[in-house]
């Protein structure tokens, strides 16, 4: 039975979240300050006790945005994970197999995100942290986390990147992550479709698949021989269901979040299509521009091919 996910600050949650807060922020009356300014919440003084009792004071739930502010206004935590990085414990871990060979050095900001990363999956919070991007964001499924992961190391990554944390953000933007996926399908699809063109938008490319559906294939070939009618369908439907684009209009409606999370998987499917060759010109349609083979007598009957 899949395990029940607690949004926001459950109360089994709520004093180990506040311990782990000012144990990583005793020493940070700067962070302190910065973290208060951004809450919009006055202090006395730079003292991470006082900057508790006024969030708890106001709502519990915001010990959350002073965890996602935290780790994203930290220098001293960039600076362990991108400069100082993990030790190595090569001796030490060759006397037990349970000991890690490599981890974050003690007492370091990199070693404290790794036990709030521990206590939110022991709290079954549906949050958890983003090691890369150095916030709080929603669980998903590991598979299905690998996979975005991958795509977004490949060319439109930023935008994927955006749109993967607007959607799954500690406060989900609907319609900046429908943006982004959009920007992110027209980054790869682009300069693959319409190389020469100008300013192209992604309604372009759709025009242009459906209109040459027989120049262009799929990788996986069955029965409809790389036939391009589901990548057509999917960009049609991520196309037309981005209601930011008719803003002001008649048809204009907020992005809803269940819609925006759907448009954002479905761009890190076709920007990986995109980005792999598993969308391309047909092979006979490049041929055609080739001068074609003799045929003599000698060449085999069909049937002996």
């Given at each position: 039975?899949?395990?029940?996910?607690?949004?926001g600050?459950?109360?089994?949650?709520?004093?180990p979240?506040?311990?782990?807060?000012?144990?990583?922020?005793e020493?940070s009356?700067?962070?302190?300050?910065?973290?208060?300014?951004r809450?919009?919440?006055p202090?006395q003084?730079?003292?991470v006790r006082?900057?508790?009792?006024a969030?708890?004071?106001?709502?519990?739930?915001?010990?959350?945005?002073?965890v996602?502010?935290?780790?994203?206004?930290?220098?001293?935590?960039?600076?362990d994970?991108?400069v100082?990085?993990?030790e190595?414990n090569?001796?030490e871990?060759?006397?037990?197999?349970?000991?890690?060979?490599w981890r974050w050095p003690?007492?370091?900001?990199?070693?404290?995100?790794?036990?709030?990363?521990?206590?939110?999956?022991d709290?079954?919070?549906?949050?958890?942290?983003d090691?890369?991007?150095?916030?709080l964001?929603?669980?998903?499924?590991?598979?299905v986390?690998?996979?975005a992961?991958h795509?977004?190391?490949?060319?439109?990554h930023?935008?994927?990147?955006?749109?993967?944390?607007?959607?799954?953000?500690?406060h989900?933007?609907?319609?900046?992550a429908?943006?982004?996926?959009?920007?992110?399908v027209?980054?790869?699809?682009?300069?693959?479709?319409?190389p020469?063109g100008?300013?192209?938008?992604?309604g372009?490319?759709l025009?242009?698949?459906?209109?040459?559906?027989?120049?262009?294939?799929l990788?996986?070939?069955?029965?409809?021989?790389?036939?391009?009618?589901?990548l057509?369908?999917?960009?049609?439907?991520?196309?037309?269901?981005h209601?930011?684009?008719?803003?002001?209009?008649?048809?204009f409606?907020p992005?809803r979040?269940?819609?925006?999370?759907?448009?954002?998987?479905?761009?890190?499917?076709?920007?990986h299509w995109f980005?792999?060759?598993?969308?391309?010109?047909?092979?006979?349609?490049?041929?055609?521009?080739?001068?074609?083979?003799?045929?003599?007598?000698?060449?085999?009957a069909?049937?002996?091919l």
């Amino acid at each position: 039975m899949p395990e029940t996910l607690f949004d926001g600050v459950p109360d089994h949650l709520q004093q180990p979240l506040t311990e782990w807060i000012i144990q990583y922020l005793e020493r940070s009356p700067e962070l302190v300050q910065r973290i208060a300014l951004r809450l919009r919440l006055p202090l006395q003084t730079p003292d991470v006790r006082e900057l508790v009792d006024a969030v708890l004071a106001r709502e519990a739930q915001e010990l959350l945005d002073v965890v996602d502010l935290a780790i994203q206004l930290d220098t001293a935590l960039h600076w362990d994970l991108d400069v100082r990085g993990m030790e190595d414990n090569t001796m030490e871990a060759s006397l037990a197999a349970w000991i890690p060979k490599w981890r974050w050095p003690k007492n370091s900001r990199a070693a404290a995100l790794e036990q709030l990363a521990c206590l939110l999956a022991d709290a079954g919070s549906a949050l958890q942290v983003d090691w890369k991007e150095r916030h709080l964001r929603r669980r998903v499924d590991i598979t299905v986390a690998t996979a975005a992961e991958h795509t977004m190391t490949l060319e439109s990554h930023q935008h994927l990147r955006d749109a993967w944390t607007a959607i799954y953000g500690r406060h989900p933007d609907p319609a900046k992550a429908y943006d982004e996926a959009v920007r992110a399908v027209e980054a790869a699809a682009i300069p693959i479709v319409l190389p020469n063109g100008g300013q192209e938008t992604l309604g372009k490319v759709l025009s242009h698949l459906q209109d040459a559906r027989d120049k262009w294939e799929l990788a996986v070939e069955g029965k409809t021989h790389g036939a391009i009618d589901p990548l057509v369908a999917m960009i049609k439907m991520l196309w037309h269901g981005h209601t930011g684009r008719h803003s002001g209009g008649p048809t204009f409606r907020p992005q809803r979040l269940d819609e925006a999370q759907m448009a954002v998987h479905l761009a890190v499917t076709l920007v990986h299509w995109f980005s792999t060759d598993a969308i391309r010109r047909r092979q006979r349609d490049q041929n055609t521009r080739s001068e074609p083979a003799d045929v003599t007598e000698s060449s085999p009957a069909v049937g002996q091919l």
